[in-house]
């Protein structure tokens, strides 16, 4: 049962996706595979650059063929953008490295600007490249601003040829060392503000474009680089205006869910190295695995992984369904980016406390594994940013729902063209849901779903009875400990859904909820004891703290699924 829920190389076999997308994702698995345990290490701790592997995807087409539109893909049936089959990669480039994986996310963040806009000549560019084996990179941010739009540096002035003449430096651009088409973001010096926005199409191979540094120790490459009088011609220009700050923002809502997919992969090759480890270690005459506390937290971070990965599959599907009058996956995503990539922390920190001092040695893949799990919720917008967005639509999801039919399972070989036409990137707290209770009510059953559940309707009562003041409405330290508590039944809903889908094994799905209950009791006293918390909202929070319900033969179970992943996968020396 275990070895079915988490990816393994040596096993895995994605049925529900087309031929083409099986032989690539099988390639690249073997690349990977075939290069071994040694050189995957070695290179990482020699910061060496990943060319081996982007001369294999360019060979294979792999960039090409599941990063091209099919409007924009010719006569090559398979090119698409599929965001279940992208889930799939990007999973697979987590599992065998955060580098491999980085290049790729950049690749995609720079083709966001460029498959939202209409100039066509631009967009057969970017196709060509891609072809001839190119990456990309997303030229947004800044050494002084971060990826504060508003505040960019990077100054357009007119030239005499209805062009423009750009100057202006980015900083912690991915890919800039080697990008064919690198979508940098500015604003013009004769336009004031909103109006004076332009993304536009530059090439790192220009004389005008200069790469100043690597600002990243890593095997990586994360690009200073300063564009000095660069000629930005009326065929570069990708958007103008209102457009390119909506494309900025739209473009990391396509490139930001794939840091859950990585989470995923990293905390999956870690898993199976630490069961492995811990369960062949003999301490005290007995294996260190037969100690309560050890298989504990075994236990808790296999349940853990797993509804990361439910939480992940569903939200693909609702990703692939959106459109002008279903956007819910606007609240799911930044979900993805937020909570799995944090639970991911957690993750590896238990299983980090079980392995102790293994962990930190360098022929190891779980060293570079619990630094590279750090950076996944910094990246596309911190915790606390996606956070805050996630509460914009807390009122319209917990008490106004609305009638959509049943969003099915999203394997078919389609191109998920809306996430290129999104439009404007507001009206957040307008998007509507369906009942959230629903999923809920179909697993009461489950003794610890059914607990969670009076939590989560708690939570509407405290919103409902003791909402915030105004000042409590201002002040985000407050509001971010609220918006952990709803973040867990929005996590809840989607993990139920996906379960349902896969007959999840109902020991397990018990055991998940049964952490969720621990993990809102653990938020409710945080709020407990805030300054700005009231004395009617600290008394809700103690008053919905709980235990989960034990049950000796669910964590008999559970574990039986957690020790069979000893030894199921070991890469090749």
Not at 306 to 331: E, H, I, N, Q, T
Not at 424 to 445: E, K, M, Q, T, V
Not at 468 to 480: I, S, T, V
Request: charge should be negative.
């Amino acid at each position: 049962m275990a070895n079915s829920l988490l990816f393994n190389p040596h096993t895995y076999d994605p049925a529900h996706l087309d031929a083409e997308t099986r032989r690539l994702l099988r390639a690249t698995i073997d690349f990977f595979e075939n290069r071994g345990r040694k050189v995957l290490l070695d290179s990482y701790i020699d910061r060496a650059w990943y060319g081996d592997f982007l001369d294999f995807a360019a060979k294979e087409g792999l960039f090409a063929t599941f990063l091209t539109p099919a409007a924009d893909g010719g006569d090559d049936p398979a090119r698409r953008w599929d965001t279940a089959r992208n889930a799939a990669l990007s999973e697979i480039l987590g599992f065998y490295g955060l580098g491999y994986w980085y290049t790729w996310q950049v690749t995609v963040l720079g083709l966001g600007p460029v498959w939202q806009s209409a100039n066509q000549i631009a967009r057969g560019h970017a196709a060509r490249l891609l072809t001839d084996g190119h990456v990309m990179a997303f030229g947004l941010s800044e050494r002084g601003h971060g990826a504060d739009i508003y505040a960019t540096d990077m100054i357009l002035t007119p030239d005499s040829s209805g062009g423009f003449r750009a100057t202006g430096t980015k900083y912690y651009i991915g890919n800039g060392n080697v990008a064919g088409l690198v979508s940098v973001f500015g604003r013009r010096a004769d336009v004031d503000g909103p109006d004076g926005y332009v993304f536009f199409a530059a090439d790192s191979r220009h004389p005008a474009y200069h790469l100043v540094r690597n600002v990243v120790n890593a095997q990586m490459y994360v690009s200073e680089f300063r564009l000095e009088d660069y000629p930005v011609r009326e065929q570069d220009v990708l958007h103008t205006g209102r457009a390119a700050f909506d494309a900025a923002l739209n473009t990391v809502n396509v490139g930001k869910f794939n840091l859950c997919t990585a989470a995923i992969g990293i905390s999956e090759h870690a898993m199976y190295e630490a069961v492995t480890h811990a369960h062949r270690r003999m301490l005290y005459g007995k294996p260190v695995t037969d100690f309560p506390h050890v298989r504990r937290e075994l236990v808790d971070s296999y349940a853990r992984l797993v509804a990361m990965k439910l939480f992940s599959d569903r939200a693909v599907d609702y990703f692939r369904s959106a459109g002008p009058d279903d956007r819910r996956y606007l609240l799911f995503n930044p979900m993805t980016k937020m909570k799995v990539t944090t639970e991911g922390e957690k993750v590896i920190d238990l299983l980090w406390d079980v392995i102790a001092a293994k962990g930190f040695e360098a022929d190891t893949y779980f060293d570079k594994a619990a630094k590279d799990i750090r950076g996944l919720p910094k990246l596309e917008g911190t915790v606390h940013v996606n956070l805050a967005l996630i509460l914009k639509f807390m009122p319209s999801y917990l008490f106004d729902p609305a009638e959509f039919a049943p969003v099915p399972p999203r394997y078919d070989a389609a191109d998920d063209e809306f996430l290129f036409r999104q439009g404007p990137a507001r009206g957040l707290s307008a998007i509507r849901f369906h009942d959230w209770r629903i999923a809920y009510d179909a697993h009461a059953d489950l003794p610890n779903v059914a607990r969670f559940r009076e939590q989560a309707d708690g939570l509407c009562g405290l919103l409902r009875d003791d909402a915030p003041d105004e000042a409590q409405q201002g002040d985000l330290d407050f509001l971010l400990a609220i918006g952990q508590l709803f973040a867990l039944v929005v996590y809840g809903q989607l993990i139920l859904e996906q379960a349902e889908l896969n007959g999840l094994d109902r020991h397990l799905l018990d055991e998940i909820f049964a952490i969720l209950v621990q993990d809102f009791s653990a938020y409710a006293i945080e709020l407990h004891g805030k300054a700005a918390t009231t004395a009617r909202q600290a008394e809700w929070a103690l008053a919905h703290v709980r235990r989960p319900a034990a049950d000796a033969t669910r964590a008999a179970a559970l574990w039986e699924q957690v020790v069979a992943l000893c030894g199921a996968y070991e890469m090749r020396p």
